[in-house]
Nanobody, 111 residues
Framework: QVQLVESGGGLVQPGGSLRLSCAAS????????MTWYRQAPGKEREWVAS???????VYADSVKGRFTISRDNAKNTAYLQMNSLKPEDTALYFC?????WGQGTQVTVSS
């Protein structure tokens, strides 16, 4: 069973940057892929980006070129570097691995 804890959210101005972290425990981290999702108020949860166990990455069109997903297997942690943030990126961001979700970290982009 995997346990996940997200961190790094906050309030940032449009055009700013944040880096989210997802710390994993409970299983061999390097064995599984990691995915970031987000959910804005009143909207359905949306897939953002994924990274495979061997580091292959894919992105939603809405974040491609602005967000970067990565992983550090030595630290059992996945990251989401978010640059050029827009107000429409405001959401609760979740990481997922296997069938386990973290509790989420809030990102608010506002001037």
């Amino acid at each position: 069973q995997v346990q996940l804890v997200e961190s790094g959210g906050g309030l940032v101005q449009p055009g700013g940057s944040l880096r989210l972290s997802c710390a994993a425990s409970g299983r061999i981290f390097s064995d599984y892929g990691m995915t970031w999702y987000r959910q804005a108020p009143g909207k359905e949860r949306e897939w953002v980006a994924s990274i495979s166990s061997v580091g292959r990455t894919v992105y939603a069109d809405s974040v491609k070129g602005r967000f970067t997903i990565s992983r550090d297997n030595a630290k059992n942690t996945a990251y989401l570097q978010m640059n050029s943030l827009k107000p429409e990126d405001t959401a609760l961001y979740f990481c997922k691995a296997q069938n386990t979700w973290g509790q989420g970290t809030q990102v608010t982009v506002s001037s």
